[in-house]
């Protein structure tokens, strides 16, 4: 069993800077592959970025790309991301999830991943 929690949303200005961090329990963190998927109201959660168990494979959506970085702490079971250039249409609820032990191909799919956070809210003014 996996708990996560999000921390680090708010309220930003167009073109302003967020990070995102999630807290994982558990002793078998440098096992997962994590994700942040992000919903806005009235559309489907949608992939941002994952990052796998060893940090050293990183996916980006291309709406993102560029101006987000994910990044984990094996040490500290935490995974982050830092959102910079943020534009209006980046408002969301940002989740971050963890795939099962080992898996990384199709990473990009919410389906994948079996352990979700409870999400935190990112907007972002014009």
């Known amino acids: 069993q996996v708990q996560l929690v999000e921390s680090g949303g708010g309220l930003v200005q167009a073109g302003g800077s967020l990070r995102l961090s999630c807290a994982a329990s558990?002793?078998?963190?440098?096992?997962?592959?994590m994700g942040w998927f992000r919903q806005a109201p009235g559309k489907e959660r949608e992939f941002v970025a994952a990052?796998?168990?060893?940090?050293?494979?990183?996916r980006y959506a291309d709406s993102v790309k560029g101006r987000f970085t994910i990044s984990r702490d094996n040490a500290k079971n935490t995974v982050s991301l830092q959102m910079n250039s943020l534009k209006p249409e980046d408002t969301a609820v940002y989740y971050c999830?963890?795939?099962?032990?080992?898996?990384?191909?199709?990473?990009?799919?919410?389906?994948?991943?079996?352990?979700w956070g409870q999400g935190t809210q990112v907007t972002v003014s014009s």
């Open positions: 999830a963890a795939a099962p032990p080992g898996l990384w191909v199709g990473i990009t799919l919410s389906t994948r991943y079996t352990w």
């Open positions: 558990g002793r078998t963190f440098s096992s997962y592959a």
């Open positions: 990052i796998n168990r060893n940090g050293d494979s990183t």
